[in-house]
């Protein structure tokens, strides 16, 4: 039974679909919204993932959404208290009346003679269909395989004895209490997981294939809490937030500009942070320039006193195979283990694999370019709300949703119905949409729209440029085509 027009639909309740309902009861009061979400709680990656140390990457004045200053005394922060902060942003908007939970989309459909979206998808609660119509979509599904982690196909894996265990899996009753963990990576979750893991653990080994880039932040910015202290939170909010915009911003564009540099400077922190006895040469000199992945956040020096104190150990080799005892390295080395993570990297999977169609018509997205990095070339009256991958993912999100309600806005003072963002230029020349040369983005690349190699089919992956593009440029610029 389909349900009544409804103006928008976010798909989603983690950090973008409860930052795009916040941004629409900020700047379209009038509009009516409701929020369709797979799982049985908030919150997206913040409820998912349990693994040890799970942390931001990023500083919480850029993490948090610029219209609910984070007041917590960390700047990095932790899973649960992030978690808390969404719980809180959706109580203080009043959105828990507005989400329906278990309701999993697979299919939307645009249907031009009704200028409306379908979406079809299951209760998985009630085990029924479901079916809803709206206006205009908002894809706030985030990036990656909820279901399942990127996991490399293992030689002899099935021979292992002890416990193997990707981080997106991981339990609450999983034990490693003085036991010996092989912890498979050198990503953000590696980094992330080591240190904790290190408190309880027998003895803990980095076994990475290649090295990455590690910067350490402070856990807690003195200038920052003192700036809470003593002036008013709304003013230290404002300084402290833009005080780490400059700081991405000028970080990502002097590594690209003057990558040796940037890689000596690098190598030297951690150089100064470790004994003079590890090799850091051999286990932290990527072969690639900063920015060609992302850059791992290391909090108080946390994984160089794990590696100090002799809690944990790194191996920078090849796995030739898995055997009973644990791994066997392609140098002939056996590392034993009584528990493997195999904290490899995420699956990508472009709107949470949903099929899109067009007057019953499937389309393929990686076919496509996005406009703005917020929607899709000939896909109207939706957005794809995605983050950033050179700084804090929720930064783009505020921007994305801004310009989303200026666009609905736009439309409701010229009594406008639909819009869709159209290619006039049969040259026009496509890059990947994703910056990086990450192992998890080459993966995807069939499967991710592209992007231009100029505005507005790309943006700056700059906050400033893109504020000033998205907040004052006219909307109305040739590419997007608006019917009344």
């Given at each position: 039974m389909k349900n009544e027009l409804i103006d928008v639909i976010i798909i989603g309740a983690g950090i973008s679909g409860i930052g795009a309902a916040c941004h629409l009861k900020r700047n379209c009061p009038k509009?009516?919204?409701?929020?369709?979400?797979?799982?049985?709680?908030?919150?997206?990656?913040?409820?998912?993932?349990k693994y040890p140390g799970i942390r931001s990457d990023s500083d919480m004045y850029t993490f948090a959404y610029k219209f609910s200053p984070w007041t917590h005394k960390n700047t990095i922060s932790d899973g649960k208290t992030i978690l808390k902060y969404l719980n809180d942003t959706s109580l203080k908007f009043d959105l828990e009346n507005h989400i329906k939970y278990n309701h999993w989309i697979d299919e939307i459909n645009w249907d031009s003679s009704k200028n409306e979206w379908t979406v079809f998808g299951v209760d998985k609660q009630k085990n029924s269909k479901i079916e809803y119509s709206c206006k205009f979509l908002m894809s706030c599904t985030g990036y990656y395989d909820y279901d399942n982690g990127y996991t490399p196909d293992f030689k002899g894996l099935e021979n292992f004895h002890g416990k193997f265990i990707h981080p997106q899996k991981w339990t609450n009753d999983i034990d490693y209490l003085n036991k010996d963990v092989i912890v498979i990576g050198s990503g953000a979750?590696?980094?992330?997981?080591?240190?904790?893991?290190?408190?309880?653990?027998?003895?803990v080994t980095m076994l990475q294939r290649s090295p990455t880039y590690l910067m350490n932040l402070p856990k807690k910015d003195k200038f920052t809490n003192f700036l809470f202290r003593f002036t008013p939170s709304k003013f230290a909010h404002f300084v402290s937030r833009w005080k780490y915009i400059i700081r991405q911003i000028y970080f990502y564009g002097i590594s690209k500009g003057?990558?040796?540099?940037?890689?000596?400077f690098i190598k030297n922190e951690i150089k100064n942070s470790l004994s003079k006895e590890f090799d850091v040469e051999k286990h932290f000199n990527p072969k690639y320039d900063p920015w060609d992945e992302r850059v791992c956040v290391v909090v108080d020096n946390d994984l160089y006193e794990s590696i100090n104190q002799g809690k944990c150990t790194v191996v920078t080799e090849n796995i030739k195979s898995f055997n009973k005892n644990g791994i066997l390295l392609e140098s002939g080395k056996e590392l034993k283990a009584d528990l493997?993570?195999?904290?490899?990297?995420?699956?990508?999977?472009?709107?949470g694999g949903i099929k899109i169609k067009i007057d019953n018509k499937t389309i393929d997205p990686s076919k496509l370019v996005s406009y703005k990095g917020m929607m899709l070339q000939d896909i109207p009256n939706a957005t794809v709300v995605f983050g950033y991958t050179n700084a804090?993912?929720?930064?783009?999100?505020?921007?994305?949703?801004?310009?989303?309600?200026?666009?609905?806005?736009?439309?409701?003072?010229?009594?406008?119905?639909?819009?869709?963002?159209?290619?006039n230029d049969d040259h026009l020349e496509t890059e990947?949409?994703?910056?990086?040369?990450?192992?998890?983005?080459?993966?995807?690349?069939?499967?991710?729209?592209?992007?231009?190699k100029k505005y507005p089919w790309k943006l700056n992956q700059n906050y400033i440029k893109d504020m000033f593009l998205l907040k004052f440029k006219k909307i109305e610029d040739g590419y997007i085509y608006f019917k009344k």
């Open positions: 509009k009516s919204f409701l929020i369709l979400e797979g799982r049985n709680k908030i919150g997206g990656t913040w409820n998912l993932f979750t590696a980094i992330t997981l080591i240190p904790s893991l290190s408190e309880k653990a027998k003895h003057r990558p040796k540099e940037v890689k000596k493997v993570i195999s904290a490899t990297g995420l699956k990508l999977k472009f709107m804090s993912w929720t930064l783009k999100i505020d921007l994305v949703c801004e310009y989303f309600c200026r666009i609905l806005n736009h439309m409701d003072k010229n009594k406008l119905n639909s819009f869709v963002p159209k290619v990947s949409s994703i910056g990086l040369n990450s192992g998890y983005v080459k993966r995807a690349h069939k499967i991710l729209p592209k992007q231009g």
